[in-house]
């Protein structure tokens, strides 16, 4: 099994600013957390982060036949890009992570187009949450019958 995780904009600051609200964690030690949990899974974890919405939907059109599965922070484009929206929908079965509780927050950010597109979501857990929804969403496909 192999499973892409998506970064979107602006995550590549993450550790360097407003620590209240995403946490000190950065970029390069989540994926290493991915790669970690993806070894104890048993699967393939390629972890992309851009702050191009084209270069997202690029990347979500590219697993199309070569990974089972997403795992996506949308960043701010979550709230108002039904372009990336249109391209999960036509991807290989995602999840939604987002770091802080979108739902907790300003109400621009209440609501997610991506969401709908997605079998389910993580929000508020920080950078455990990323882990959580890669170990969820492997579950659904071993369920689904993917190796
Ligand atoms: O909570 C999340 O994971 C978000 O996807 C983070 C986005 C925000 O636009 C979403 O509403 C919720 C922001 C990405 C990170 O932006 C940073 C900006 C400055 C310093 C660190 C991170």
Request: charged share 20%; proline share 4%.
């Amino acid at each position: 099994m192999r499973i892409l995780v998506l970064h979107g904009p602006n995550l590549n600051l993450l550790g360097r600013r407003e620590p209240e609200l995403y946490g000190l964690v950065d970029l390069a030690t989540i994926d290493a957390m991915l790669q970690r949990a993806g070894q104890r899974l048993g699967i393939a974890v390629d972890c992309v982060q851009s702050n191009h919405e084209g270069q997202l939907i690029d990347a979500i059109q590219s697993a199309i036949g070569r990974c089972d599965g997403i795992v996506i922070n949308p960043g701010g484009l979550s709230h108002s890009s039904v372009s990336l929206r249109d391209a999960l929908a036509a991807g290989p079965p995602a999840l939604e992570v987002h770091l802080s509780n979108i739902h907790a927050r300003e109400p621009f950010r209440q609501r997610s187009l991506t969401a709908g597109a997605c079998l389910g979501g993580v929000y508020g857990l920080g950078a455990a949450g990323y882990v959580l929804a890669l170990e969820g969403l492997v579950a659904r496909l071993r369920d689904a019958g993917k190796a």
